[in-house]
């Protein structure tokens, strides 16, 4: 019996297919949100370059890119944060869906096995996975509004 050597060459191979695989998954899921989440930033982008403080700073002559860098951006980013930790729980949904119809083993596909075979135990660990996830991805959101606005803080 022979066996075959992973080289280099056969490794980069290996790793352009599983690029290809993954990219009509991830295009479904990313380019299902883009759009809204790039409207939402750009509505808030402009309510905030509208308030008293950023036409305040403006006169006092403080240079455009800091305006937009520290003033605008930072308060335009806490709404989108909340919606970015809002939209990661329909990627956790969504990703059960996609895993389905692009045959992508992964939870969600299991998870659909799960129920079809009535795993219960298997059920209930493909569910706590997907909430320790939820509540990892809320925690990351309430982190970011601490890093991102220093007047927000919890005890």
Same mark, same amino acid.
């Given at each position: 019996m022979r066996y075959r050597c992973l080289d280099a060459d056969r490794l980069q191979r290996l790793q352009l297919?599983? *690029?290809? &695989?993954?990219?009509?998954?991830? @295009?479904?899921?990313? /380019?299902? #949100?883009? /759009? #809204? *989440? /790039?409207?939402? +930033?750009?509505?808030s982008l402009i309510g905030e370059a509208r308030a008293d403080y950023v036409?305040?700073?403006r006169a006092k002559g403080v240079p455009e890119k800091r305006i937009v860098g520290l003033h605008i %951006?930072? &308060? $335009? *980013? @806490?709404?989108?944060?909340?919606?970015? /930790? @809002?939209m990661m729980a329909h990627f956790i949904g969504g990703a059960v #869906?996609?895993? $389905?119809v692009f045959t992508y083993p992964g939870l969600g596909r299991l998870l659909i096995q799960a129920i079809t075979?009535?795993?219960y135990p298997l059920i209930q660990g493909c569910i706590l996975v997907i909430l320790i996830a939820? %509540? +990892?991805? &809320? @925690?990351?959101v309430d982190m970011l509004y601490a890093w991102i606005d220093p007047r927000i803080e919890y005890r």
């Amino acid at each position: 019996m022979r066996y075959r050597c992973l080289d280099a060459d056969r490794l980069q191979r290996l790793q352009l297919d599983a *690029l290809r &695989n993954l990219a009509q998954p991830a @295009l479904t899921l990313g /380019g299902y #949100v883009s /759009g #809204v *989440l /790039g409207r939402f +930033l750009r509505a808030s982008l402009i309510g905030e370059a509208r308030a008293d403080y950023v036409r305040t700073a403006r006169a006092k002559g403080v240079p455009e890119k800091r305006i937009v860098g520290l003033h605008i %951006m930072r &308060n $335009a *980013l @806490l709404p989108f944060v909340t919606i970015v /930790g @809002l939209m990661m729980a329909h990627f956790i949904g969504g990703a059960v #869906v996609t895993e $389905a119809v692009f045959t992508y083993p992964g939870l969600g596909r299991l998870l659909i096995q799960a129920i079809t075979t009535r795993d219960y135990p298997l059920i209930q660990g493909c569910i706590l996975v997907i909430l320790i996830a939820y %509540m +990892l991805i &809320n @925690l990351a959101v309430d982190m970011l509004y601490a890093w991102i606005d220093p007047r927000i803080e919890y005890r």
